[in-house]
């Protein structure tokens, strides 16, 4: 069972819509990610949140918008979408602490599908 | 730049058969290296690790990994596949000063399983 959960599974949404994609850990993780993957090609960093203060923004465009409440949830705000933003959007967790060594834990991810 | 390759993009083997994943990596010092599995519209789960130590490390699901510092490479290998296997595979690779918590991703390889 996966220790990172993502809601909702799959999102359907038309461009001018506003919706949101959640995630949760409960694993005492510091370091939360969102990742998009296309179809046949690897996770493509986002954003990364380390101790609830975004610490990299891979020059996403500002229709996305995380936001990171507490030490275990996660938001991406979505607004004003294009079609070419259908994905996987993946949230992960790590350990995240300065020189402790973590590997990334996965959600199932959200599939996103901009009409 | 920092940079995980794998060259083969997509294998097929039969059901039974042994099976060998290459990845290489081009970092300025040796990174921690990981090994993901991804089943199609699933998160990415985690196979194998290496930060130190024995250069042979074993895994989840009968895999097994070699780092050789010589040749950049974290190739894992599998001695009788199994359909189940069947499965995108993405290595991975963290920068050992751990800052930023930034994981490269190589480009992945699909696995096919023939009965």
């Known amino acids: 069972d996966t220790e990172v959960t993502q809601t909702p599974k799959h999102l359907v949404m038309g461009m001018t819509n506003k919706k949101s994609l959640k995630c949760e850990q409960h694993?005492?993780?510091?370091?939360m990610y969102w990742y998009k993957q296309k179809a046949k090609k690897p996770p493509e960093l986002m954003f990364v949140?380390?101790?609830?203060?975004?610490?990299i923004n891979e020059s996403v465009p500002s229709r996305f918008s995380p936001e990171c409440p507490n030490s275990s949830l996660l938001n991406l705000h979505l607004h004003a979408l294009q079609p070419e933003d259908s994905a996987l959007y993946l949230c992960?967790?790590?350990?995240?602490?300065?020189?402790?060594?973590?590997?990334?834990?996965f959600g199932e991810g959200s599939r996103l599908t901009v009409l | 730049a920092q940079s995980v390759t794998q060259p083969d993009i997509h294998i097929t083997v039969s059901e039974g058969a042994s099976l060998e994943l290459r990845c290489n990596y081009s970092y300025g010092a040796t990174p921690y290296l990981f090994w993901y599995v991804q089943s199609p519209g699933q998160g990415l789960q985690l196979l194998l690790k290496y930060f130190s130590g024995d250069t042979l490390v074993q895994g989840i699901k009968g895999f097994e990994a070699e780092f050789k510092r010589s040749q950049s490479s974290f190739n894992q290998r599998k001695p009788s596949v199994h359909w189940s296997d069947a499965a995108e595979y993405f290595c991975a690779a963290l920068n050992p000063d751990n800052y930023g918590q930034n994981f490269v991703f190589g480009p992945g390889t699909r696995l096919s399983v023939l009965p």
């Open positions: 992960a967790s790590s350990h995240g602490a300065t020189l402790v060594i973590g590997e990334l834990f």
């Open positions: 694993m005492g993780h510091r370091a």
């Open positions: 949140y380390s101790y609830e203060k975004l610490s």
